[in-house]
């Protein structure tokens, strides 16, 4: 039987990128759907679950995308209410690379620290990878500093992470001032900026003077780097004590994790590929 991939994008056009996926994953037809919103998804869900068998349904699966990441979550909810008893296919959401993008980056920290023993610090944390890498971070037992411009905002980042992660480890922070990134990053073994593109998080002069770092991340591809000194290749590039990472030298893991996720879909009809799944998934691939 062909599988079949239900492609739901929340943008008007269904990502491109997506789409190049799900095809080199091995899907045999791929259905993509634009403009998709809770509201009008019942009827896709519905024409995906009462078409085949129960026991066929393994066959049949729904990515849940766009560059909208907090209009994914939601679609995601009104897809994963629409299925019921036999009813089911499996379901993966990575809205702009979200998830992927953030189990390949605390994949990359894994590598080379005991994350249990790792205390952290995530700059531009209040975005949707951020605060995926904090909650990645916190479930693999890390102390996790979860940093924004603003106070107010981190701390509303963190009191969301509550319902999903034990937040006894997690602490909002200012990072927009000299002394609160200082703060932010006093002791720390691993700094992850993830940023906006084209956003400089910290100086090489303010990353310099954190003595206990262990490893860095960056994200944004764009420049200047969120992390200056760091280039986008820089895939486990030794500079002194510190190992670095730049947005592709993490992307390779990212784009694995994101063909074995559309892979993983077709051996159950009842899986529900989020970010903590999908960091499990990395994990084992590696
Ligand atoms: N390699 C990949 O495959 C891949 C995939 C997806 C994303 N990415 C990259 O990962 C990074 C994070 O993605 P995202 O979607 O979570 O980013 P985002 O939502 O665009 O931004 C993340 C945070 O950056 C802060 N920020 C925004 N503008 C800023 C500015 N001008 N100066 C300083 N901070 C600023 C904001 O935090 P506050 O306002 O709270 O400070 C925001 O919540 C991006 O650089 C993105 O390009 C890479």
Known sequence: ??????????????????????????????????????DNVETLVHGAIFTR?????????????GS??????????????????????????DSNGSNTTAA???????????????????????????????QLLLQQGATVRLASRSLERSTATCAGLKEIADVSKLSPHESQSDAGLAAACEGVDLVVAAGAAKTRLI??????????????????????AGIEGIEVMDKAREAGQTILYGAVGVGGTKMKIHYAAVRKLFTSNTLVLDTAA???LGASLS
């Open 53 to 65: 068998k129960p026991s066929d349904l393994v066959n049949t699966a729904i990515f849940v995308g």
């Open 104 to 134: 390949a980056t605390v994949l990359a920290a894994s590598r080379h620290l005991d994350l249990s023993k790792t205390t952290a610090v995530v700059l531009g944390g209040t975005g949707p990878v951020g605060s995926r890498v904090a």
């Open 278 to 280: 999908i960091y499990d």
């Open 1 to 38: 039987m062909k599988k079949i991939l239900i492609q739901l994008d929340t943008d008007s056009l269904p990502s491109s990128f997506d789409r190049v996926v799900a095809v080199d994953a091995g899907v045999d037809e791929l259905f993509s759907y634009g403009g998709v919103t809770p």
């Open 68 to 93: 909208n990441v907090a209009a994914g979550e939601a679609l995601l909810k009104a897809v994963t209410k629409s299925l019921f008893g036999p009813f089911k296919v499996s379901v993966m959401m």
């Open 203 to 224: 100086n090489a002069e303010q990353l310099s003077k954190i003595s206990t770092l262990k490893v860095a991340i960056d994200l944004n591809a764009v420049a200047p």
